[in-house]
Each structure stands twice: as structure tokens, then as C-alpha cells.
């Protein structure tokens, strides 16, 4: 089983730039799909970027699209999430998991946080 461990995150003012990395250990990273998720206070976790296992494939959901750029590097076993023009709306914790495919990523890490100040 793969294990996935976050960094990067922190606080922010808005506008700014985060990129978060997420390391990967365990099994072998360039056969999995992976993502970026998002869980805000009182919301539900949701999908923000995917990527598939050779990185042919990307999909971003609406409301960060512009602003996010997902990466792997298969050679690092690191999964990389770009983040720009950051807003307040994207306070969360940000998890990264992994799966067999870009729609079917069940295994996650602990999570970093997030914070953009106004």
C-alpha cells in the first residue's frame, strides 16, 4: 500500500502562492493516479486536481481552474500542487490520495493546511 505524506502548506495573504508536495513511499508511485483534495470547516471534502499515473491527464474543478496547476514527478515519487492568486475561499486542508485511476483515489494522507488571510 502506498503511504502519502503533505507539505507546503501555511498561512498566506491573499493573492499569494503556495506550492504543496506530496511524497510518496511504499509501493510503486508511477502506477497510481492522483489528486488533490480539499476540505474546508463544515464542508465536504471535494476534488480540486487530478492527474493520471504518466501525467498525459489532467482535470481541475471549476472554481480553481486558472489558478492550479497539478504535477508529478515520477523519478521523485512526488506529487505537486501549484496554487496562485489564492483566496480566502481556499482555507482548508489540502490532502493528496491515490488510486488506480483519476476517478477512483481512495488512499489519502494526513493532510496540510491552508490558510489565506483577507
Known amino acids: 500500500q502506498v503511504q502519502l505524506v503533505e507539505s507546503g502548506g501555511g498561512l498566506v495573504q491573499a493573492g499569494g502562492s503556495l506550492r504543496l508536495s506530496c511524497a510518496a513511499s511504499?509501493?510503486?508511485?508511477?502506477?497510481?493516479?492522483m489528486g488533490w483534495a480539499r476540505q474546508a470547516p463544515g464542508k465536504e471534502r471535494e476534488f480540486v486536481a487530478r492527474?493520471?499515473?504518466?501525467?498525459?491527464?489532467?482535470d481541475y474543478t471549476e472554481s480553481m481552474k486558472g489558478r492550479i496547476t497539478i504535477s508529478r514527478d515520477n523519478a521523485k515519487n512526488t506529487l505537486y500542487l501549484q496554487m496562485n492568486n489564492l483566496e480566502p475561499e481556499d482555507t482548508a486542508v489540502y490532502y493528496c490520495a491515490a488510486g488506480p485511476n483519476m476517478f477512483r483515489l481512495h488512499v489519502w494522507g494526513q493532510g496540510t493546511q491552508v490558510t489565506v488571510s483577507a
Open positions: 492527474i493520471s499515473a504518466n501525467g498525459g491527464l489532467r
Open positions: 511504499g509501493s510503486t508511485f508511477s502506477i497510481f493516479a
